[in-house]
């Protein structure tokens, strides 16, 4: 099977600092995704790729940025960490011949 | 407004019993997914579902893409059901793949 790797688990910025976060996949999966999860408010979705090298914006890509470097990795980046910000990032991926979703662990964003 | 609106947002079962989540969508949309989040806060797909219904031990899941909802009904439940459900819509053609999620419903089953 594969796996969904997020780096890093735990992330701690300060007020105004651009911070990445990456995802890695080998399922071989072409759509990735970017979700944020705060509490109450369930995934909103930031950012998909749909093959390579291709952007889809979701309803809250507002203060990010996201690369697909490769099929594998999947980037997302905070461009201006705002203060006592406080989420947990998701990453997934699609199987394109069942639809379904498979999911990372989360990278939780902490702003000093 | 929300694309997805899951209801309720939390739920109290007594074991043994069930009961129905659910989830409405503003637009027409293809295929709906449903997720529990682990322990570990995971999320981990139950069903995907494009039309019909799917039913997997004591879940059951239905989706009417024309009707505009989809249901999750949890039979006999067990305290190792308690957490927090999921179900995610996928959009139409004009933009395929976008996974729009609901806000979760919190299922706590009480011995």
């Known amino acids: 099977g594969g796996i969904i790797t997020q780096t890093p688990k735990f992330l701690i910025g300060q007020e105004g600092q651009k911070l990445t976060l990456k995802c890695q996949q080998n399922?071989?999966?072409?759509?990735m995704y970017w979700y944020r999860q705060d509490s109450g408010k369930g995934l909103r979705l930031i950012y998909y790729?749909?093959?390579?090298?291709?952007?889809q914006k979701g309803d809250l890509s507002e203060g990010y940025d996201a690369s697909r470097e490769k099929k594998s990795s999947f980037s997302l980046t905070v461009t201006s960490a705002q203060k006592n910000e406080m989420a947990v990032f998701l990453c997934?991926?699609?199987?394109?011949?069942?639809?379904?979703?498979?999911f990372g662990e989360g990278s939780k964003l902490t702003v000093l | 407004g929300d694309q997805v609106e899951q209801s309720p947002s939390a739920l109290s079962l007594h074991e043994g019993t069930g009961s129905a989540l659910r989830c409405n969508f503003t637009?027409?949309?293809?295929?709906v997914q449903w997720f529990r989040k682990n322990s570990r806060g995971s999320l981990i797909n139950l069903f995907y579902l494009a039309s019909g219904t799917k039913e997997n031990g004591r879940l059951k899941s239905a989706f009417d893409s024309k009707e505009r909802y989809s249901t999750l009904h949890i039979r006999d439940a067990q305290l190792e059901d308690s957490g927090t459900y999921f179900c995610?819509?996928?959009?139409?053609?004009?933009?395929?793949?976008?996974?729009?999620f609901g806000k979760g419903t919190h299922l706590h089953v009480l011995p």
């Open positions: 997934a991926s699609r199987q394109g011949n069942t639809g379904q979703l498979y």
């Open positions: 995610a819509a996928e959009a139409g053609d004009t933009n395929a793949y976008k996974v729009i």
């Open positions: 790729s749909i093959t390579e090298n291709d952007l």
């Open positions: 399922f071989n999966h072409d759509t």
């Open positions: 637009t027409t949309m293809r295929a």
